[in-house]
């Protein structure tokens, strides 16, 4: 699972890729005017936006310029009417990672999208560098060392995270945006079930470790051995 900001003012369009996204058990979120997606990828974190190069506002050149400038490194796949090498050109140059022209088909997005989010974690089978853990999303299973566990999604999506960036700590609310929904009623609960019901599945309470003032970590020292634990799984307030 992944987050995504879908920006496009065609209402046919964005429903359309809101709707593949979720099917796909993706987080998806929708912005139809420039001036709300720049907003929304300054109070929010995505793995993937999507952006159209026509909005109202504020141009989808602009926003993909004004987000690298400020150090936003998400990658961005611009879609636009515009097929000529010029345009492409100019798109890539704004700090767009690829571009898709209008019409297109599902599948070539879904691969892109694919080609995309292996920068650095994989959307199917991946092994997290330097451990024996492989999550596959095709079936949100969690395989380690050779010992299966099947996730449920939102669960999928919290360990998919976290084997992005292994032993480093995220806090609740940097969980809680990349994970839900913007706009949901995300808590810290939430987040703590989640990911109690993780170390209860995999029979590895010290997978994930809790820090009162850090937040949560993914173990590699975890994943290369049994674990009956020793590390703090009281998670953080």
């Known amino acids: 699972m992944a987050k995504f900001l879908v920006v496009e003012d065609d209402p046919v369009i964005s429903q359309a890729l809101i709707d593949w996204l979720r099917s796909e058990h993706h987080t998806a979120e929708l912005a139809e005017d420039g001036v709300e997606a720049s907003d929304m990828l300054r109070l929010y974190q995505y793995d993937i936006v999507i952006l159209d190069w026509k909005l109202p506002r504020k141009s989808g050149l602009d926003i993909c310029r004004d987000f690298r400038r400020q150090s936003g490194a998400t990658p961005i796949l611009m879609l636009t009417g515009e097929s000529s090498i010029d345009n492409k050109e100019t798109g890539l140059d704004a700090g767009a990672d690829d571009y898709l022209t209008k019409p297109f088909q599902l599948r070539e997005l879904a691969a892109r999208v694919r080609a995309l989010l292996r920068r650095p974690f ?27 566990t099947t996730l449920q999604p939102r669960e999928f999506a919290v360990m998919e995270y976290l084997c992005r960036y292994p032993e480093q700590y995220h806090s609740t609310t940097q969980l809680l945006n990349q994970v839900w929904a913007s706009d949901s009623d995300s808590t ?5 079930s989640c990911i109690m019901r993780i170390r209860q599945r995999t029979k590895r309470p010290g997978l994930i470790e809790s820090s009162r003032n850090c937040g949560y970590r993914l173990r590699l020292d975890s994943v290369a051995k049994r674990d009956d634990s020793t590390a703090n799984t009281d998670d953080e307030e």
């Open 188 to 192: 810290a609960q939430a987040l703590k």
């Open 122 to 148: 994989g959307l199917t089978a991946e092994t997290t560098p330097g451990s024996n853990l492989i999550l596959d999303r095709k079936d949100y299973s969690i395989t380690i060392q050779g010992e299966k």
